[in-house]
């Protein structure tokens, strides 16, 4: 009688002991796969900074943020940058390999693209360090050439 009395009492603590390991795992495996984007991701173009993305998990969701800059080269001069204004990330996802978000693109052109809809991005990791981004929003990805993404690296700051 004791031993069933002890078994009542221990088998509802080592299921609910159970089921939240295996929560806990859960949760820490989908920690693990963003953690694989999260950290800063900048592209180039002739030397000068392009885009940077930045990837941050905040309360266990997954966020982010845009800088586009601006190329300008003036006559006979050379090619310079301007940073524009960060844009957050929207409609953020990531299955453990590639990144799908959406930016507004009202601030971009004004007052021409102030009614324009969101544009749509791609990023696909291929490494820890390396991923290239599209811009799903364009025939041909926008960003290069039809079929390649813009070329993104991963850095410390």
């Not at 885009?51 to 601006?70: C, D, M």
């Not at 052109?109 to 599209?134: C, E, G, I, N, Y």
Request: avoid cysteine; charged fraction near 20%; charge should be neutral.
């Amino acid at each position: 009688m004791k031993a069933r009395y002890v078994f009542a009492l221990i088998f509802p603590v080592l299921a609910a002991t159970t089921g939240f390991a295996q929560a806990a795992g859960a949760k820490s495996s989908a920690q693990a796969e963003r953690a694989s984007v999260v950290g800063v991701w900048r592209a180039q173009a002739e030397g000068l900074p392009f885009i940077t993305l930045t990837f941050t998990e905040e309360g266990g969701k997954l966020e982010g943020a845009v800088l586009f800059y601006l190329h300008k080269r003036e006559p006979g001069g050379q090619v310079t940058s301007s940073p524009g204004i960060p844009e957050p990330l929207f409609d953020l996802h990531f299955d453990g390999k590639r990144a799908t978000f959406a930016v507004s693109h009202r601030r971009a052109h004004p007052p021409a693209s102030l009614s324009t809809p969101p544009v749509h991005f791609r990023m696909d990791l291929r490494d820890a360090t390396h991923a290239s981004l599209v811009n799903e929003s364009e025939p041909g990805g926008g960003l290069t050439e039809p079929g390649t993404g813009l070329p993104l690296m991963r850095s410390d700051y």
